[in-house]
C-alpha cells in the first residue's frame, strides 16, 4: 500500500508519520480522529488488486515498422469498484523510443462485477516474438487517500515479421516474367515437357506432335504444342554466422539478405516453381520445405522472423552437406552470404565444387554502401585515402567474386536497397538462358 501525495498533505495538516504498518504497507496513525477514520474507510473502500480477473486478445503478429494492437480485458468480480491506473509491461524493443509512457499507462474506473478493455498499441523496432511481461495495477480509495498495488501475469506473444520493404519490385519483375514466358512457349513449339496449347498444323511441323483426338473433332490437323517444365527447385540458404551481423547502412546484414529472399521467393511461386529455405550456420537454424505455393510465402516469413546473427564462425562443410540433402535432385541453390576473401577463400571454395558438380549455384552478398561513398570522396588528404581504402575493398571483393565466377557460379553484388531486384533479376536472366 502507498501513501499517495493528497494523504501526505493531510499528514503534514494534522497527523503524525508513524512509518511501516505491516510488511509492505506504508501509511500513517493520526493522532486527529476523523482523519484517521477517512483514511481506514478510504483503504477499505479501495477494490482488492489480486481478486481482478485479466485476459488479453489482439493481435498475435505484426510486420516490422507497422502497429499491433492488444487488448487487455479487465473483469472486477469484487462488490467494490475499481478506480486505478495499470502499466500493461512489454520489452522496450516493443514501442517506438518516446511513445512507452503513452501507449503502455492506462486509467480505468470499473464498476463492481462488470468488466473494461483498454488497447495497448505495441510499434516494435525489432524482429522476433515479443512477449507480454506483467500487468501492475494501482488500485485507489473513493477520497485518494491510499492505494493497494498488486501485477499480474497475462501471457501473450506477437511475433514481429520481416518487413519485406522489397515487394514494390514484384509487379515490374511479375510483368517481365510473364514477357518470358511467351518467348520461351513461342521458342520452344513442339519440345518441352509440359503441355501448352493446340493449334492448327503448319508444314515443316513435327508429325510426332499431331493430337489425333482433337483432329478427329474438327476439320484441321491440330498439333500440341509443348513449354518447358515450370516445376523447378530452388533451395534458399542463408548464412547465418557472424558475417551475417554485420550493419549495412541501418540494418544488419541478414535483414537485407531476408527481404532479397522473400522477393525471389515471391517471383518464384509465381513462376510455378518450389522454394524452400534453410538457414544455417553451425547448425539449422530454420527449416522450410515442401509448402504449396500459397503458402510458402506465409511460411518463410514466419520462419524468418526469429532468425538472428550467430557469433559463430560458419561451417561451411556442414552447410554444404545439409543443402545437398535438402536439395536432392537438381535445383537452383541461392546462398546469401558474404563476398569477404577470408570467409570465401577458406570456407566455400574448398566445398563449392560439390555444390557446382550437381545444381545450379547463385551467391548474392550484401555490399557496404558506405564504401561505395567512401571511393568517391575527394578534397583533401583524409579523403584521398578513405578513397584508397575503399578502392581496395571494392577490388577484393571483385577479385573473389572471379574466384566464384571461374567455379560457374552466378554472383550478385549490391548494396541493401538493390539487392532485391538485382536477385531477381538474376534469378530472370537464368530463365531466360534456359540455365533452370
Not at 151 to 169: E, M, N, Y
Amino acid at each position: 500500500m502507498a501513501l499517495t501525495g493528497r494523504a501526505a498533505l493531510l499528514a503534514a495538516l494534522g497527523s503524525i508519520p508513524v512509518g511501516i504498518l505491516e510488511p509492505g504497507w506504508t501509511g500513517i496513525l493520526a493522532v486527529n480522529g476523523p482523519l484517521a477514520l477517512a483514511c481506514a474507510c478510504d483503504f477499505a473502500l479501495a477494490a482488492p488488486v489480486r481478486r481482478l480477473v485479466l485476459s488479453r486478445s489482439g493481435d498475435t503478429s505484426a510486420r516490422l515498422g507497422e502497429t499491433a494492437d492488444v487488448t487487455l480485458t479487465i473483469t472486477n468480480p469484487t462488490g467494490r469498484p475499481l478506480r486505478a491506473r495499470l502499466r500493461d509491461a512489454w520489452p522496450p524493443s516493443s514501442w517506438q523510443p518516446g511513445t512507452e509512457v503513452e501507449s503502455s499507462r492506462h486509467r480505468v474506473i470499473i464498476p463492481a462485477g462488470e468488466r473494461r478493455r483498454v488497447t495497448t498499441r505495441l510499434r516494435p523496432t525489432r524482429r522476433g516474438d515479443r512477449q507480454a511481461d506483467r500487468v501492475t495495477i494501482r488500485s485507489y480509495g473513493p477520497l485518494g487517500l491510499f492505494s493497494r498495488q498488486g501485477t499480474h501475469k497475462v501471457p501473450w506473444t506477437v511475433r514481429v515479421l520481416p518487413p519485406f520493404t522489397s515487394r514494390k519490385h514484384l509487379p515490374s519483375r511479375l510483368a517481365r516474367l510473364r514477357e518470358l514466358d511467351g518467348r520461351t512457349s513461342v521458342l520452344t513449339r513442339g519440345e518441352g515437357t509440359e503441355f501448352d496449347s493446340l493449334r492448327e498444323y503448319v508444314p515443316g511441323d513435327d508429325t510426332r506432335s499431331i493430337d489425333w483426338r482433337a483432329t478427329a473433332r474438327q476439320s484441321t490437323v491440330a498439333v500440341r504444342t509443348w513449354r518447358p517444365e515450370r516445376d523447378r527447385h530452388i533451395l534458399l540458404v542463408l548464412d547465418t554466422g557472424r558475417t551475417s551481423a554485420g550493419r549495412m547502412g541501418d540494418i544488419p546484414r541478414l535483414d537485407a539478405s531476408l527481404d532479397a529472399a522473400l522477393l525471389l521467393a515471391a517471383l518464384a511461386s509465381r513462376a510455378g516453381d518450389r522454394v524452400d529455405l534453410l538457414a544455417y550456420d553451425r547448425r539449422i537454424r530454420a527449416l522450410v520445405q515442401g509448402r504449396s505455393a500459397g503458402d510458402v510465402l506465409p511460411s518463410l516469413v514466419n520462419a524468418m522472423a526469429t532468425l538472428e546473427p550467430e557469433l559463430v564462425e560458419t561451417d561451411a562443410r556442414g552447410l554444404t552437406a545439409t543443402a545437398l540433402r535438402t536439395a536432392p535432385r537438381r535445383s537452383l541453390i541461392v546462398l546469401l552470404t558474404t563476398l569477404d576473401a577470408a570467409p570465401v577463400e577458406q570456407g566455400l571454395l574448398p566445398v563449392l565444387p560439390q555444390l557446382t558438380q550437381r545444381h545450379t549455384v547463385l551467391v548474392a552478398s550484401v555490399a557496404d554502401p558506405h564504401i561505395a561513398q567512401m571511393a568517391q570522396a575527394r578534397g583533401n588528404a583524409e579523403a584521398v585515402y578513405e578513397a584508397a581504402a575503399a578502392a581496395q575493398a571494392q577490388s577484393e571483393r571483385q577479385r573473389t567474386a572471379e574466384q566464384l565466377r571461374r567455379h560457374g557460379v552466378t554472383v550478385v553484388d549490391a548494396t541493401p536497397d538493390d539487392l532485391a531486384p538485382a536477385l531477381a533479376d538474376a534469378y530472370l536472366a537464368l530463365k531466360a538462358a534456359g540455365r533452370l
